[in-house]
Nanobody, 120 residues
Framework: QVQVVESGGGLVQPGGSLRLSCVVS????????MGWSRQAPGKNRELVAK???????ITTNSVKGRFTIARDNARNTVYLQMNSLKPEDTAVYYC??????????????WGQGTQVTVSS
């Protein structure tokens, strides 16, 4: 059984930093892409950053230069370092991972989300 667990959210002042972590657990996992999305109240969920299995790193324009994604394959963990946070970054942040299935295709698994609130 695959489990995806995020941590690291919280309340931070504008200009501050947070680091989110996402740990994937399960037996015999073959993990593909790992990434972060977010959903603010009243808005659609949007991709924030993604790390592909081939090593490519993708970040959405609104966070370029402020957010950095990194993964530790040995620990099945992906991180999101968020600097220079703005009130508009307030959202629930979700981790998504692609797990290779018996049918040789990747299936997406989501975590439960972690709240990030940027406010003075």
């Amino acid at each position: 059984q695959v489990q995806v667990v995020e941590s690291g959210g919280g309340l931070v002042q504008p200009g501050g930093s947070l680091r989110l972590s996402c740990v994937v657990s399960g037996s015999g996992l073959s993990i593909g892409a790992m990434g972060w999305s977010r959903q603010a109240p009243g808005k659609n969920r949007e991709l924030v950053a993604k790390s592909t299995s081939g090593g490519a790193l993708i970040t959405t324009n609104s966070v370029k230069g402020r957010f950095t994604i990194a993964r530790d394959n040995a620990r099945n963990t992906v991180y999101l370092q968020m600097n220079s946070l703005k009130p508009e970054d307030t959202a629930v942040y979700y981790c998504k991972v692609g797990i290779l299935t018996m049918g040789s295709r990747y299936e997406d698994y989501w975590g439960q989300g972690t709240q990030v609130t940027v406010s003075s």
